[in-house]
């Protein structure tokens, strides 16, 4: 399983060399952002997202559906993290080596990579947070979604990863985000709901201000003084009589 891409003539190895040669074409600066961008800048930029995702569902919508897109957002990064455990059986599978050690003349910009490449950790982790997010917040999870296929691009372009190993990346995590989402969600969204009716801890599954909004309009939302279903109380027939 190690020979998956040995072949120049391999349309896997020839993006490789197309897409990895723009970097020895770079100014060295440029070079230098993309190591960072693509080893660091992107994970980072993604959990911005998230945090910034949760700040918006939190300030808007009904409270049941601020319990159901925080439990979908908390499933994002956790998605992430059952992709990488599923990737550890494929990578001793598959086994295939670095592509730098296989082909010459290939820029590599990040040094000491000694375990295998298929399916790349950082493509895997980028799209399984993407479209996490994407099931809570549409808008913030296509930027995402968008950072996850800026991240492949870059994996290649350092020369640690063949087009592949990233396509197999962005597949293993729309996988498990999708897959596992109903069950995820089973589990996290009690979790969740009991968090947002806490005195304490309900402000990070809703806002002050949508809190009081809703005792307000006496929907019985998170926070308020009836429970959700229960309808308000109605005046006595006798006593409107009267």
């Given at each position: 399983?190690?020979?998956?891409?040995?072949?120049?003539?391999?349309?896997?190895?020839?993006?490789?060399?197309?897409?990895?040669?723009?970097?020895?074409?770079?100014?060295?600066?440029?070079?230098?952002?993309?190591?960072?961008?693509?080893?660091?800048?992107?994970?980072?930029?993604?959990?911005?997202?998230?945090?910034?995702?949760?700040?918006?569902?939190?300030?808007?919508?009904?409270?049941?559906?601020?319990?159901?897109?925080?439990?979908?957002?908390?499933?994002?990064?956790?998605?992430?993290?059952?992709?990488?455990?599923?990737?550890?059986?494929?990578?001793?599978?598959?086994?295939?080596?670095?592509?730098?050690?296989?082909?010459?003349?290939?820029?590599?910009?990040?040094?000491?990579?000694?375990?295998?490449?298929?399916?790349?950790?950082?493509?895997?982790?980028?799209?399984?947070?993407?479209?996490?997010?994407?099931?809570?917040?549409?808008?913030?999870?296509?930027?995402?979604?968008?950072?996850?296929?800026?991240e492949g691009f870059c994996r290649v372009y350092m020369g640690v990863h063949y087009p592949t190993d990233v396509i197999g990346g962005f597949a293993l995590g729309?996988?498990?985000?999708?897959?596992?989402?109903?069950?995820?969600?089973?589990?996290?969204?009690?979790?969740?709901?009991?968090?947002?009716?806490?005195?304490?801890?309900?402000?990070?599954?809703?806002?002050?201000?949508?809190?009081?909004?809703?005792?307000?309009?006496?929907?019985?939302?998170?926070?308020?003084?009836?429970?959700?279903?229960?309808?308000?109380?109605?005046?006595?027939?006798?006593?409107?009589?009267?």
């Amino acid at each position: 399983m190690a020979g998956l891409a040995l072949d120049g003539s391999n349309p896997d190895v020839s993006l490789l060399y197309d897409i990895n040669g723009l970097a020895k074409g770079a100014p060295l600066w440029f070079d230098r952002v993309m190591e960072f961008v693509g080893e660091y800048g992107i994970m980072a930029a993604l959990v911005l997202i998230l945090l910034w995702s949760w700040w918006s569902v939190r300030r808007s919508g009904s409270a049941e559906d601020s319990v159901t897109a925080v439990a979908g957002l908390l499933w994002a990064p956790l998605a992430a993290a059952v992709a990488l455990l599923v990737n550890i059986p494929i990578r001793g599978f598959v086994e295939r080596p670095r592509p730098f050690l296989d082909h010459k003349g290939l820029e590599v910009l990040v040094a000491g990579k000694t375990d295998y490449s298929f399916v790349s950790d950082h493509a895997t982790m980028a799209m399984a947070i993407g479209v996490g997010i994407f099931i809570a917040h549409r808008g913030l999870g296509l930027a995402a979604i968008g950072l996850a296929l800026f991240e492949g691009f870059c994996r290649v372009y350092m020369g640690v990863h063949y087009p592949t190993d990233v396509i197999g990346g962005f597949a293993l995590g729309t996988a498990v985000a999708l897959l596992l989402t109903p069950l995820a969600l089973a589990l996290l969204t009690p979790l969740v709901s009991a968090v947002s009716r806490s005195q304490r801890a309900g402000w990070a599954v809703r806002s002050r201000a949508a809190r009081e909004a809703d005792r307000a309009a006496g929907c019985g939302a998170v926070g308020g003084t009836r429970p959700l279903g229960i309808p308000e109380p109605r005046p006595d027939d006798n006593n409107l009589a009267a």
